[in-house]
């Protein structure tokens, strides 16, 4: 299961499925991006992080993938679990004196069993 | 178990009412953050501490107070608050602040304002 962009906060996908979340983020100087993971309940949770000078990072059973050209960034969960159930939030970290750190509304992921 | 806690978890006040909100870092960071969340909103910062000194404030009305006596430690005070202050407030730490840092967070304060 895919969402685009942010007209789509919620997701839903069969367990075992593949997951693909997406984040448009907005500013081109921006050289770090985060996603968070956030359970009922519980406060984000960092799950990954990449650089703006790679194009992809692996993780355990995640993946981020970074597109600088369309300021595209998206996180892919392999083999979804029911655990993965919860809202993703993207943020960039903006470059220079006054750096901040600029998070998504978030994606709501569903796992059906 | 992030290393950042926060108590207590749920507050009900009523508009007149005074109270504070805790949180504790075990993690030997030195920068702290407050952040409220809404809704169907993004995350926003209200207020970050680098080494015990308070280097941000966005445009936060000042029935927040916020209080950091140490770098584990950071509190927010709260008066005449409005329903519309009604949220979840997360407390996060980070290694410093300024740079390229992951921010670990707590498990929030959910509060309620009646």
């Known amino acids: 299961g895919e969402n685009v962009g942010l007209h789509l906060p919620t997701l839903s996908v069969q367990e075992g499925d593949n997951s693909i979340i997406n984040c448009a983020y907005s500013?081109?100087?921006?050289?770090?991006f985060i996603w968070y993971k956030q359970e009922s309940g519980k406060g984000p949770q960092f799950i990954i992080d990449?650089?703006?000078n790679m194009d992809k990072r692996q993780g355990q059973r995640v993946t981020v993938l970074l597109n600088k050209t369309v300021k595209h960034l998206s996180l892919q969960i392999a083999a979804t679990q029911p655990g993965d159930s919860a809202v993703y939030f993207c943020?960039?970290?903006?470059?220079?004196?006054?750096?901040?750190?600029?998070w998504g509304l978030g994606t709501s992921l569903a796992v059906n069993p | 178990e992030t290393g950042v806690t926060q108590t207590p978890r749920h507050l009900v006040m009523g508009m007149t009412n005074k109270k504070s909100l805790k949180c504790e870092q075990h993690?030997?960071?030195?920068?702290m953050y407050w952040y409220k969340q809404s809704a169907k909103k993004p995350l926003e910062l209200m207020f970050v501490?680098?080494?015990?000194?308070?280097?941000e404030n966005n445009s936060v009305p000042s029935r927040f107070s916020p209080e950091c006596p140490n770098s584990s430690h950071l509190f927010l005070h709260l008066h005449t608050l409005q329903p519309e202050d009604s949220a979840l407030y997360l407390c996060?730490?980070?290694?410093?602040?300024?740079?390229?840092?992951?921010?670990?967070f707590g498990p929030g304060t959910r509060l309620l304002v009646l």
């Open positions: 996060a730490s980070s290694q410093g602040h300024g740079g390229a840092e992951t921010q670990y």
């Open positions: 993690l030997g960071h030195n920068a």
């Open positions: 501490y680098n080494f015990k000194e308070q280097t």
């Open positions: 500013n081109s100087a921006s050289d770090y």
């Open positions: 990449i650089r703006s």
């Open positions: 943020a960039e970290n903006t470059a220079g004196n006054n750096r901040k750190l600029i």
